[in-house]
């Protein structure tokens, strides 16, 4: 049966990339790309920007594999050379363990054997206007898939600074089988944060599991 081709909003290309990020797209990336067999800790960000948070988790997370999913190529590029040594293009050693899907998550988590102890969204775009609601990515059913690759005893962690979008958000869980629980929240201050688009006091999380 041939698989529905998923359609993905917003940009996916931006300015022109520097050579240095153009040759680590070219040679660095594919040996990032991550396999589904692995069987030790492994954590997930989806749609990690510039990648900031993605390399905090790497380093409070040494023994961890860590997956970030991004479609938004200058977002990879910009990861890629934050993770390398400026000179050699060699991954610095605290970044050992970072792997990168350069591409819509949904594509990746069609293979069930991916499966996570943590999955971070943090700032997903809040298509705040009405007629864009459909494209907000943490519909019910999408909550529902990621809490299919949960591991047991597993969480998802949802951070965002738009406040209608997090009740709505709450709203959507109500229709899956996922439950909010409660858990600490240890996350560092991303460039996209840093805007604060939607002039909040502080952004707001939700840590769903099983």
Partial sequence: MEKQEIRTFGRRHGKKLSPRKTALINELLPVLMPEPGYSGRRILEIGFGAGEHVRSLATANPNAEIIGAEPFVNGVAALLSAITNPETNA???????????????????????YRFDEIWVLHPDPWPKAKHEKRRLLQAEFISLLGQHLRDGGRIIIGTDHWGYYDWIIDQVKNTSMRMISGEIDVIHTRYQNKNMAATDTPKYLVLGH
Avoid at 94 to 109: A, C, E, G, S
């Fill in 91 to 113: 991954i610095m050693s605290p970044y050992q363990n970072i792997r990168i899907f350069p591409d819509d998550v949904r594509i990746l988590l069609r293979d069930p054997a």
